[in-house]
């Protein structure tokens, strides 16, 4: 009986640490978001949980991949896998970019850091947003492989010159220039909240950190948050400290250039030798212009849902895009990414490859730079298995007769 009892039966192994124990227990990127939601306050989880308005667009933006079915074939050796793409010539483990997203370090101290690593660890490229909390020469130090700089233009056009300088003398390989934050989204759960950034404290922010210990010792002990990758000029035109307190919505506002046009891409290719990526593309037509003016990839991107509610789904686009513009330039397909199949749908419908914040920062979000890796590798392995069971071996077989609406 009892050699039955042991044959039937196995005890898991004690994992020491509740953070590790959750890890284990998580199966997708939704669990990594409950994770976040228990760990981080309120406000901060709202902030890269939320969207704009009514947030019809950001649910949009994850839903539409459902619009697609695929086509399986089976009785084909799929005994080995090869996820492995090429990106403006260079070789990446499978296609998917880490969007650039600002004030990572509200989620965890090492913020920018921990996330540019664990980019490095997955050989995926990494995108640092203007708005980091970790300058360009810190990211660069930590990762020395694929790195891109996303950058707001600044009406200070001389300070945004600066930031592209920097950001090609660290080692950064491409440029990602966003275009659909002419003015600032209204983002209500911020408002709701009375949430700022850098955040304000009050009676009820002051009883949130209570609440979640492991957030509030890791934030506290982390020093104070930098905007690292940029800076300002005060009206004698003298630099401020990016340490200087800001509120997220003024500062924007009153720093964008809403002159902004498609002329001043000159201005970007004389400066940048590298690849250029215009990010927040959505339309058919604003595509065409860009690729008949020789930019090197688009992101179609409606800033994950953060600025203007209706607008339309990326993976909804981006055939009508691909056939437009061929193979002219690169597609990127950035918002609603939270399974590996969703990565593939999108490039079997043109995308080269897909590119997600809120995936990665709900790992960041709950376990810092190991749900990072955890968030990487549920992505990664649900891609793998998504071409295993459609009877595909590589990246490279992907094609658009593999999906069909649904």
Aim: hydrophobic share 45%; net charge negative.
């Amino acid at each position: 009986m009892l050699q039955t009892f042991r044959s039937a039966l196995r005890f898991r192994r004690f994992r020491f640490g509740r953070t590790t124990r959750q890890l284990e227990r998580a199966a997708n990127i939704a669990d990594l978001r409950v994770m976040a939601k228990r760990r981080l306050p309120g406000g901060v989880f709202d902030y890269i949980d939320g969207a704009a308005e009514d947030e019809r667009t950001l649910a949009r933006n994850a839903a539409a991949y459902a619009d697609y079915e695929f086509v399986p074939r089976v009785m084909r050796d799929v005994s080995s896998i090869d996820a492995r793409t090429t990106l403006f010539g260079r070789e990446i483990a499978f296609p998917f970019v880490f969007a650039p997203t600002g004030f990572s370090r509200i989620a965890d101290s090492q913020g920018e850091l921990a996330v540019a690593r664990a980019a490095q660890r997955a050989g995926l490229p990494y995108t640092l947003s203007t708005m980091g909390t970790r300058s360009i020469e810190e990211v660069a130090e930590v990762n020395t492989a694929s790195k891109w700089f996303q950058v707001y233009v600044w009406k200070d056009r001389g300070l945004v010159a600066e930031m592209i300088d920097r950001a090609a003398a660290a080692g950064f390989e491409t440029l990602c220039i966003t275009v659909d934050l002419a003015v600032f989204g209204r983002r209500e759960r911020d408002v709701r909240r009375g949430f700022t950034l850098p955040p304000t404290i009050g009676l009820d922010t002051i009883i949130d950190a209570v609440r979640r210990p492991s957030w509030t010792f890791d934030f506290v002990r982390g020093g104070p948050i930098r905007f690292a990758s940029m800076a300002t000029r005060d009206a004698d035109g003298e630099l401020r400290d990016p340490a200087e307190a800001v509120t997220l919505a003024d500062f924007t506002n009153a720093q964008l250039d809403a002159t902004l046009s498609w002329s001043d891409l000159e201005q970007f290719r004389d400066q940048w030798d590298g690849p250029i990526v215009i990010k927040g593309i959505q339309c058919v037509e604003d595509a065409a212009i860009a690729a008949d003016l020789g930019v090197d990839g688009l992101a179609l991107s409606n800033h994950g849902g953060r600025q203007l509610e209706g607008s339309p789904a990326p993976v909804a686009l981006l055939p009508h895009v691909a056939e437009v513009v061929g193979d002219r330039v690169e597609l990127i397909c950035d918002g609603g990414i939270r399974r590996g199949s969703d990565i593939v749908k999108a490039v079997a419908l043109g995308a080269t490859a897909a590119m997600g914040g809120r995936a990665y920062l709900y790992g960041l979000g709950a376990a810092g730079e190991r749900g990072v890796d955890t968030a990487i590798g549920f992505l990664r392995a649900e891609y793998e298995r998504c071409l295993a069971l459609n009877g595909i071996t590589a990246t490279a077989d992907i094609h658009p007769g593999m999906v069909t609406p649904a």
